[in-house]
């Protein structure tokens, strides 16, 4: 069968644990190529340009909107967030599989445009770890607490829309579930027409 | 998430080794059970009841039929085959994944009337590697020869239907491969609505 990378999108509750997830996918295994945003906000302590974000002002990123430079781009709070072409396109063609690590919105329209496309949704075992997580990550005041316990709403809305649920319990596992669902992906006949059809006119002697 | 069982037909090539895989596969792991089919055939050598068949009068079988008491059944060649319902559904109940090896035929029926399903299809690697083993058999003649070929070709028209394609090169691999299809597919966010909706209840406070 032909290995062609597949677009993987990744989304989850915030304290799911996905960025790690990630992070750990790849240190793990070479067939993997995490996409990196362009962004309009301003960089963090820490953040790296082309490590975390591409940073770009306002301009550059309304200029690579009209030249179609993204496949998909959402705004949030003020701010722009899109997934670079280019790169996802190189790394599909060398037969990597490409994770988008993107919300809701953006998930929705990478299926639009690529059928193909494989949507994770990470989550913890139960509604009440996932307030557990939310509720001891620091010192945080009720309100801010309130505030994600919203935001977990609002994210949960969506999950009917993706292809697998990947709990989140113990990070190895997880990692390790997360893998095999894609190795399993790669051998579903929609994404080996071709296998198929040449089999077919092979055995009919064409 | 549940582990409820996953119904599974397994269909392939004539020479594609798929019921050497599914009794690796039911050695090596205990979460399968095989689903013993009933046919109104005569047992062959060495055929034990219960075992590769539940022999059956045509009577019997009609019986059956007439009390849906099977999940799908088929004729070939003047004789009845089908699949017996109390079995699956008993093992489906206890969380096994249950392997029906059907064909297209009983496959499709089995899609219509279990839309969670899961159909795989085994080949080896490519035609020329089918023909080879067909051709290599035994020492049959090019008629026989001749027969299965008109076979495969029948068995490549319905391969679009299945979800997955599994190619036997190695049979170790093989088996492996089969066996993380299936346990990836537990986490289809299909097969786990009802924790999506708890999860969602939960978090809202219900």
Known sequence: MNRQGILIVVSGFSGSGKG????????????????????????REGEVEGRE?????????????????LIEYARYVNHYYGTPRAYVEEQLAVGKDVILEIELQGALKIRDRFPDALLLFVTPPSAKELKRRLVSRGTETAEVIEQRMRRAVEESEGMESYDYYVVNDVLDTCVEDVHRIICAEHGRSMRNREFAEQIKRELKGE
Not at 28 to 42: C, E, F, I, K, P
Not at 53 to 69: G, S
């Open 53 to 69: 974000y591409f940073f770009k002002t306002r301009e550059e990123f309304e200029k690579m909107i009209a030249k179609e430079e």
């Open 20 to 43: 790690t997830i990630m992070k750990e996918l790849l240190r793990r295994y070479d067939n993997y190529a995490l996409s990196v945003s362009a962004t309009t906000r301003q960089p």
